[in-house]
């Protein structure tokens, strides 16, 4: 099984958005916040439960991987799926506005700005932007 852990990006200096909004051992983000939410998200993707991947996300974000679920290949396809995310995933910050939310994520190889929604009384995942970074070379890592 791969390791697919979220952790805070190290802190220089003061911390500005204080004990609530870092996610930590020692200051674990409420049960009731995005990065809660991201947490979840991930580790039902580690885990790859379906059910739970499913329940981290809105109905709309989620429509195409129930849509799938009943087709034949889509055991395989999950897999790979899962296999496609984030080993280690590093929160960097994370903004609230209301009943929306944006957690932006290292990825190691990639930057990820998770798009969350209050749904149903949680946050879940409404959407996902990937940004690939570049090697030193100037390309793109998956041109490597």
């Not at 930590?24 to 916040?33: G, K, T």
């Not at 974000?61 to 290949?73: F, I, K, Q, V």
């Not at 990639?110 to 149903?120: D, G, I, K």
Request: neutral net charge.
């Amino acid at each position: 099984m791969t390791e697919m852990t979220l952790q805070p990006a190290a802190v220089r200096g003061a911390d500005p958005r204080g004990a609530a909004e870092r996610s930590d051992a020692r200051h674990p983000a409420p049960a009731d916040h995005p990065v809660s939410a991201c947490e979840r998200y991930f580790r039902a993707v580690r885990a790859r439960d379906l059910e739970a991947v499913l329940d981290a996300m809105t109905p709309n974000y989620g429509r195409g991987l129930r849509a799938m679920r009943n087709d034949p290949d889509f055991p395989a396809f999950f897999q790979v799926w899962c296999d496609t995310q984030g080993r280690r995933v590093t929160m960097l910050a994370s903004t609230v506005d209301g009943d929306a939310a944006t957690v932006l994520l290292d990825a190691g190889r990639a930057l990820v700005q998770m798009h969350l929604v209050r749904s149903a009384q949680r946050w879940r995942v409404d959407a996902e932007d990937v940004q690939l970074l570049r090697n030193g070379a100037g390309r793109r890592w998956s041109d490597d």
